[in-house]
């Protein structure tokens, strides 16, 4: 397109600027120069024969000298190095020709193919939708999993959070969820993960199907702390992106704790002050900025899944305590439940969906108050049942909750490959136990 073309010829800078490094300690490299503000990015020229360009931000100043953050490792810069300004900001190509792939932190396709035709440039840091222009969540999302679309029924455009510890099956049910959902599209961000457990992930747990409308980004363990902050903040562009077109996006980001822990190594490096746990106030800061990024907006819906790893399965860690407070609602992966072989291992007594009351049918809402019920009262008493101390007809409450507690673990129960539509899932709710139920 001409007009495109305008644009890349306008946004050319005929002088470049440049600086010199003076020193690298850890992960923060100074230099002297060039002239540039917070988030544009740069270019450290290195090599001795055949010069090659390190892709660094500049995240802050110190005395004049300017502090920048690498995307790559910093084998090679030597004090002098030259600094090169491009007087941008990251931006990355986004377009339909990128469904089916596996793209870095910065977007780029994992095979090496840049002969993508047919894509946008679009900033990877916006703001959040106006407060007072985001459409109210009113119709439901199905995603496939009985036991979250019958008790803990999402909106399109709602936030959720995942709390788990490892091992638990966070990765399998946001598999489950690409797989079975009604949305659009699904953007999915490994931020963190081990290496070898992506391939496992697009191979075994997404498989053909999941990937023929997914987008997966990917910013492994290994990589600087700022690949992966912008691992995050590309798949959120992404996800924007295709809501701007009118489309329901289901974004997955797996996790936010690595995001943060990322952050706390930028702050740390950049001299912040270790606060919580020695996370550093940016933290607290950045991540409001990128969870409030999701959910409605005039054109389309982003429906968000962001797993928190809570450590030894604390819940009042810093992390989940603040996250938990941002989103519309949490699901609790419990070990415990996971042990005794229910998949998902949705604790259905601490999970809970704040919009749900406002997308339901009251016999709908009643069914899934009363699996509830019967669950406290079971949980409530489970010693004395396991001891055999229970003797029924002392409580009637109780007698009920015993006798439905095998079809409600059955009921949430849901094989990796089983789909289920959320009106067969509502159905068979209300037949079993509603009031017109058992």
Known sequence: MLSDLVNEVKGLHPLKHYGKVTQVVGLMIESKGPKVSVGEICYILVGKKVYRRIMVEVVGFRDENVLLMPFDLTHEIAPGSLVEATNRSLTIKIGSGLIGKVLDGLGQPFDGE?????????????????????????EPLSLGVRAIDSLFTVGKGQRIGIFAGSGVGKSTLMAMIAKNSDADINIIALIGERGREVRDFVERDLGPEGMKNTILVVATSDQPALMRIKGAMTATAIAEFFRNQGLNVTLMMDSVTRVAMAQREIGLAVGEPPTTKGYTPSVFAFLPRLLERSGTNESGSITAFYTVLVDGDDMNEPIADTVRGILDGHLVLDRKLANRGQFPAINVLTS?????????????????????????????????INIGAYKRGTNRQLDEAVQQYPSIIQFIKQEVHEKITLDEAVTQLINEFGDGGR
């Not at 704040?354 to 009262?377: C, E, G």
Request: aromatic share 6%; proline share 10%.
């Open 114 to 138: 840049d002969s993508v035709n047919g894509l946008s440039p679009f900033s990877t840091d916006n703001h959040p939708p106006n407060p007072l222009k985001r459409p109210r969540i009113h």
């Open 352 to 384: 809970i969906s704040r919009v749900m009351n406002d997308i339901v049918t009251t016999p709908h809402q009643k069914a899934a108050d009363k699996v509830r019920s019967f669950l406290s009262h079971y949980y409530d008493s489970e010693d004395l």
